[in-house]
T-cell receptor
Framework: GQQLNQSPQSMFIQEGEDVSMNCTSS?????WLWYKQEPGEGPVLLIA?????ELTSNGRLTAQFGITRKDSFLNISASIPSDVGIYFC??????????????FGQGTILTVHP | DGGITQSPKYLFRKEGQNVTLSCEQN?????MYWYRQDPGQGLRLIYY???????QKGDIAEGYSVSREKKESFPLTVTSAQKNPTAFYLC??????????FGQGTRLTVV
């Protein structure tokens, strides 16, 4: 099955630094989602994007839905130690037999050094 | 509180046995999903259901079965035909066009 191309695969940063990660696809999505997963837990939804070009913030997190509908990025500003985890992007199509089905990126492992 | 509940959190299975993982949601969501996650990997879709009494295979359905007799429940059976079942299994639910919400996961180990 198709997977999204998420990069980078991992990041090691100092506390206070900004972080940026992105996802690209060869196919169009109608919804882009960003999740964070901590060890042994299920992913938690951080931000949902529903319109091409949409820029949405949630505290120190900002995400954008690309104009082509084939990409999205997530920025984290002024990182703190509790930002540590795996961040996943996910794309969702609407209509036809793929309605509601999510396709995930491979994840970005974020490590924040105090 | 509304949410999605998976049980058990840890499950051990002997080779050749079938085992069923539970997933219940009280969010009144139409769609439910099962994903498999292997160490250091992303999530791969096993099965999904958009409505009661209907479900579709995902990308890695072989060796798994599901049922959707009630809106709230979407149990996953890992059969003996699944050759490498040890993994972290995640259930999710969503409303059409909205982001999916995940349960806490079940870690299945074959012993």
């Amino acid at each position: 099955g198709q997977q999204l191309n998420q990069s980078p695969q991992s990041m090691f940063i100092q506390e206070g630094e900004d972080v940026s990660m992105n996802c690209t696809s060869s196919s169009i999505f109608n919804t882009w989602l960003w999740y964070k997963q901590e060890p042994g837990e299920g992913p938690v939804l951080l931000i949902a994007l529903y319109k091409a070009g949409e820029l949405t913030s949630n505290g120190r997190l900002t995400a954008q839905f690309g104009i082509t509908r084939k990409d999205s990025f997530l920025n984290i500003s002024a990182s703190i130690p509790s930002d540590v985890g795996i961040y996943f992007c996910a794309g969702q199509r609407a209509g036809g037999t793929s309605y509601g089905k999510l396709t995930f990126g491979q994840g970005t492992i974020l490590t924040v050094h105090p | 509180d509304g949410g999605i509940t998976q049980s058990p959190k840890y499950l051990f299975r002997k080779e050749g046995q079938n085992v069923t993982l539970s997933c219940e949601q009280n969010l009144n969501h139409d769609a439910m999903y099962w994903y498999r996650q292997d160490p250091g990997q992303g999530l791969r879709l096993i099965y999904y259901s958009q409505i009661v009494n209907d479900f579709q295979k995902g990308d890695i359905a072989e060796g798994y079965s599901v049922s959707r007799e009630k809106k709230e429940s979407f149990p996953l059976t890992v059969t003996s035909a699944q050759k490498n079942p040890t993994a972290f299994y995640l259930c999710a639910s969503s409303k059409p066009g909205q982001g999916a919400f995940f349960g806490q996961g079940t870690r299945l180990t074959v012993v």
